[in-house]
């Protein structure tokens, strides 16, 4: 088993390596350009923060861009929210159809080893990917603060990188659950579950309607401006994201260990 994780972790290692860089450099390069534009924010802020459904939908209504908090939560917050979602749903959604895909399933199945730990090492290997992901782009955002001698909003800082590794791993599980269900590639699916579910939680904040539907996403909980807003989560969004993540999972094992795979 543990054979089958340190070669998913080798032959995903390119695919981590860009995205925890560019996610992380575009994040830092963010916080960095608070600084030249820190004399010109007073005036953006009392703007933005009069336009309606644009600023409830990206939280400038209740944090002010002024503030190297307000501009991390606006900026960063939506460069990372939608960055490491793609990230996850890449990772997951083809790790299992993969193998028929590529037609590599031949020699991994016929090893004396069931596909239960198959799928465990492929699981295991997206979730340490997800958490040095993680790791990396807060050591970016982390470098931003120092350099710019600004103080970190440690609780917030801390809480938005944890919500955000959780919404990573129900998007991953939900990509993983369909990939068992197919042989070939379905990348462009979990690109598009990610910009739906990011989409819908934008809608959510300025439809009233859907307000009270916002939980049955995973952006509702990891959401950067009501992080650095003060505003509690919803116990109902993170029940949710519990019951998705372990469904999901559980159905990629039923489903994977039952299925007739492609030769």
């Not at 492929?122 to 103080?151: P, R, W």
């Not at 959401?223 to 116990?235: L, R, T």
Request: glycine share 8%; aromatic share 12%; net charge negative.
């Amino acid at each position: 088993m543990k054979h089958i994780l340190f070669r998913e972790l080798k032959l995903n290692l390119k695919t981590f390596l860009i995205w925890s860089l560019s996610v992380g450099l575009m994040g830092l390069v963010c916080i960095l350009l608070y600084q030249s534009m820190e004399g010109d924010m007073k005036d953006m802020a009392d703007m933005f923060s009069n336009m309606g459904a644009f600023s409830d939908a990206f939280g400038m209504s209740t944090l002010s861009i002024a503030t190297i908090e307000g501009f991390f939560a606006t900026e960063v917050g939506t460069v990372h929210g939608l960055g490491s979602g793609m990230f996850a749903a890449i990772l997951a959604i083809d790790i299992l159809s993969k193998e028929e895909d590529k037609h590599s399933g031949e020699f991994l199945f016929s090893l004396p080893i069931s596909r239960s730990k198959v799928l465990a090492a492929k699981g295991g290997c997206v979730v340490i990917l997800l958490t040095l992901f993680t790791v990396i782009c807060a050591l970016f955002y982390i470098c931003g603060f120092v350099y710019l001698g600004e103080e970190i909003p440690t609780q917030e800082f801390t809480a938005f990188m944890i919500r955000q590794f959780l919404m990573n791993i129900e998007t991953a599980a939900i990509c993983f659950g369909i990939s068992a269900f197919s042989g070939k590639s379905k990348m462009g699916m979990g690109l598009g579950i990610v910009l739906f579910c990011y989409v819908y939680d934008l809608m959510g904040r300025v439809v009233p309607d859907l307000k009270d539907y916002l939980f049955i996403g995973p952006y509702s909980y990891a959401n950067a401006s009501e992080i650095f807003s003060g505003i509690e989560v919803e116990a109902m969004a993170l029940v949710m994201a519990a019951i998705v993540t372990v469904c999901c999972a559980s159905l990629a094992f039923v489903v994977f260990n039952r299925r007739d795979l492609a030769s």
